[in-house]
């Protein structure tokens, strides 16, 4: 991204709120709360050095305020860009701007959401399109289906490949203490559960969970005197095309085409250099997808790519190593949790599913129906 300065900025704080389903009666704004809280002591800062607040949240239209009150702080800048589940990853570029220019100093970035206990109808309210409703679609998943229609049709793209990417993301789920489904899962299992929206079954969707968090950023240079090695925002770049499917320009092509080429451009990196992906998996079409445009396999091969164990445990590479939205945790926007993931797997602190070279990160967050993408490439301290 042109301006942004490679590894001047750091993720330096991460933590998780409570997951799964939460405790009667705690309000997204309560699982916000509790993620800085953990994040701040994650990196040995407190509510008085944060400066800066990012916040972007369904079940809060003026999130960012209401933060603001929550934590009783006065920040001097704050930014709530809503892209769905890539808002934090924009939130990511926007805060390393901040505190390049010198706008804030320490900038927290944070979600919850209660949409298991709450119900989806309740934590987010659906949209009237007038060219999409009247078809009554199953949204957002037949919206993505659509898509993974389109990639079967025209790459030969089968429903096994797809289900092999919900497998991998299972047996990681199986390493991580956290995860909210880890019952054994084939191809099998997923190809018979019950169908959503065609080629969808319930298992090439994601979960439905409550669960929040927050991340720390600062300047490198005061990130040295933080608890934990930084993790370095090496680059950041983003993509969107579109906001309703049907205006989609590729149904095969995604924003994160556009997002990874400039976060490549920003970091002098390139797909081959980087040692893991945390992706934003809602579906299993986008693990295929985002591997594409991203430029770990050609169009068309993603099928191939994900299948026979390649990105699962063991394999060549490394995916979504704490479960993914379809097994770990999906509170509604999902983005914040592949950057806390990202940032563990750097510092070598993930326990049974740490991957064994653990110097550069990708990490993609996706919002709406494939329509905004945002990339972070997140390095170690040998890459700057």
């Given amino acids: 991204m042109d301006g942004l300065k490679r590894g001047a900025a750091a993720i330096v704080g991460?933590?998780?709120?409570?997951?799964?389903?939460?405790?009667?009666?705690?309000?997204?704004?309560?699982l916000v709360a509790q993620g800085v809280q953990r994040a701040l002591a994650d990196c040995g800062l407190t509510l008085k050095d944060v400066d800066g607040l990012f916040c972007a949240?369904?079940?809060?239209?003026?999130?960012?305020?209401?933060?603001?009150?929550?934590?009783?702080?006065a920040p001097k800048f704050i930014g709530s860009s809503m892209t769905g589940g890539s808002s934090f990853e924009f939130h990511v570029a926007q805060a390393a701007a901040a505190i390049q220019a010198g706008l804030c100093s320490v900038a927290v970035i944070a979600y919850g959401s209660?949409?298991?206990?709450?119900?989806?109808k309740q934590s987010s309210a659906r949209e009237i399109n007038?060219?999409?409703?009247?078809?009554?679609?199953?949204?957002p998943t037949s919206a993505y289906a659509l898509a993974a229609s389109r990639h079967m049709h025209e790459f030969g793209t089968t429903r096994e490949q797809l289900a092999e990417v919900a497998v991998a993301a299972r047996k990681w789920a199986q390493l991580n203490p956290v995860a909210w489904e880890k019952k054994d899962l084939t191809v099998a299992d997923v190809l018979k559960s019950r169908m959503i929206s065609y080629p969808f079954t319930v298992r090439d969707c994601c979960l439905v969970t409550d669960g929040g968090g927050a991340v720390v950023m600062t300047s490198a240079e005061r990130a040295k005197s933080c608890k934990k090695p930084p993790a370095y925002v090496l680059g950041c770049g983003h993509g969107v095309t579109h906001a309703s499917i049907s205006c989609m320009p590729d149904l095969?092509?995604?924003g994160a085409k556009?997002?990874?080429?400039?976060?490549?451009?920003?970091?002098k990196l390139s797909a081959k250099d980087c040692d893991m992906v945390q992706l934003y998996d809602a579906f299993t079409i986008n693990t295929v997808l985002f591997l594409e445009d991203l430029g770990f396999c050609p169009k068309g091969e993603g099928g191939a790519f994900v299948s026979g164990g390649n990105i699962a445990p063991g394999g060549k590479l490394p995916v979504n190593t704490n479960g993914g939205g379809l097994s770990y945790c999906h509170p509604g926007m999902y983005g914040l949790f592949i950057l806390i993931e990202g940032v563990r797997?750097?510092?070598?602190?993930?326990?049974?599913?740490?991957?064994?070279?653990?110097?550069?990160?990708?990490?993609?967050?996706?919002?709406?129906v494939?329509?905004?993408?945002?990339?972070?490439?997140?390095?170690?301290?040998?890459?700057?």
């Fill in 114 to 120: 209660t949409q298991r206990s709450v119900g989806r």
């Fill in 130 to 139: 007038p060219y999409e409703t009247p078809f009554n679609p199953f949204m």
């Fill in 57 to 73: 949240m369904t079940q809060a239209r003026m999130s960012i305020v209401q933060m603001i009150e929550y934590l009783g702080i």
């Fill in 345 to 368: 797997q750097l510092r070598g602190e993930s326990g049974a599913r740490q991957v064994k070279k653990h110097d550069v990160a990708m990490v993609h967050g996706n919002g709406g």
């Fill in 252 to 254: 095969t092509v995604t």
């Fill in 370 to 384: 494939l329509s905004a993408q945002a990339s972070v490439i997140l390095g170690s301290g040998a890459t700057v």
């Fill in 14 to 30: 991460v933590a998780e709120s409570d997951l799964g389903q939460v405790a009667d009666g705690m309000s997204p704004m309560d």
């Fill in 258 to 267: 556009a997002a990874g080429e400039a976060a490549y451009k920003m970091a």
